[in-house]
């Protein structure tokens, strides 16, 4: 579905059970692009009530990469996520891809059902994942919640906020945020990259054919019916 379907009419949103907003420089090869393909749906009439409904319809929706970024912009529009943070560009002031570690750290998302606690290695690949939030109160509040989702950890398995093992030196290693009841995941790492164990360059022999990530993606299956 691209946008101008949904500007012009030609599809609704709430025709489908679950959004996801894809990462991989959705929106164009630029720096804030996920700011932008943000703005085109708050300042169009039409998109913006879309969103909206979808958004307040108990629907799943996953945001990864520019998909984050764009759906922190959005925070106007999603329930409970009014302490979300934005996502800027990382202290190493240059783009990180590569294979990172983090931990599930909430469990109550449909996404990340039967997840928590696990730590697993992930694509990053991102010049502006770092999360930032409007003051010191928002991110105390946010980072003691149930809405953070993902951190990067270290090779010991703790929380880090040190490059390389955080690639973009985040707040407590927050890679991944939940709002409306688990319901909205947003993340930075790229899941979908990583879903099958040959397309990891480390893989457990004990995971077979299905990396781990795979079943973020069987959960969002199984939530929908």
């Given at each position: 579905?691209?946008m101008h379907?949904?500007?012009?009419g030609a599809?609704d949103?709430?025709?489908?059970?679950?959004l996801v907003?894809?990462g991989?420089?959705?929106?164009?090869?630029?720096?804030?692009?996920?700011?932008?393909?943000?703005?085109?749906?708050l300042?169009?009439?039409r998109?913006?009530?879309?969103?909206?409904a979808f958004?307040?319809?108990?629907?799943l929706?996953?945001?990864?990469?520019?998909?984050?970024?764009?759906?922190?912009?959005?925070?106007?529009?999603i329930?409970?996520?009014?302490?979300w943070?934005?996502?800027?560009?990382?202290?190493s002031?240059?783009?990180?891809?590569?294979?990172?570690?983090?931990?599930?750290?909430?469990g109550?998302?449909?996404?990340?059902?039967?997840?928590?606690?696990?730590?697993?290695?992930?694509?990053?690949?991102?010049?502006?994942?770092?999360?930032?939030?409007?003051?010191?109160?928002?991110?105390?509040?946010?980072?003691?919640?149930?809405d953070?989702?993902?951190?990067?950890?270290?090779n010991?398995?703790?929380?880090t906020?040190?490059y390389?093992?955080?690639?973009?030196?985040?707040?407590?290693?927050?890679?991944?945020?939940?709002?409306?009841?688990?319901r909205?995941?947003?993340?930075?790492?790229?899941?979908?990259?990583?879903?099958r164990?040959?397309?990891n360059?480390?893989?457990?022999?004990r995971?077979?054919?299905?990396?781990?990530w795979?079943?973020l993606?069987?959960?969002?299956?199984r939530?929908v019916?």
């Amino acid at each position: 579905v691209h946008m101008h379907d949904l500007a012009d009419g030609a599809i609704d949103l709430l025709d489908f059970p679950a959004l996801v907003a894809c990462g991989g420089f959705s929106f164009g090869d630029v720096l804030g692009a996920g700011g932008g393909w943000a703005k085109s749906i708050l300042f169009n009439p039409r998109v913006r009530a879309q969103f909206e409904a979808f958004f307040a319809a108990q629907r799943l929706v996953l945001g990864v990469c520019n998909g984050c970024q764009m759906l922190a912009t959005l925070q106007s529009l999603i329930p409970g996520a009014d302490h979300w943070p934005r996502f800027v560009r990382n202290r190493s002031e240059q783009f990180e891809g590569r294979t990172a570690l983090v931990r599930v750290s909430g469990g109550a998302s449909p996404w990340l059902d039967g997840m928590a606690g696990s730590v697993m290695p992930i694509a990053i690949a991102h010049g502006e994942g770092r999360s930032e939030f409007l003051d010191d109160a928002h991110a105390a509040r946010f980072l003691a919640s149930a809405d953070v989702a993902l951190q990067y950890v270290d090779n010991q398995h703790a929380v880090t906020e040190r490059y390389p093992a955080n690639p973009n030196g985040a707040q407590q290693g927050l890679a991944g945020i939940t709002a409306a009841d688990g319901r909205v995941l947003a993340m930075m790492p790229h899941p979908e990259r990583v879903f099958r164990s040959l397309q990891n360059p480390w893989r457990d022999p004990r995971w077979g054919e299905d990396g781990p990530w795979l079943r973020l993606f069987r959960n969002a299956r199984r939530a929908v019916g």
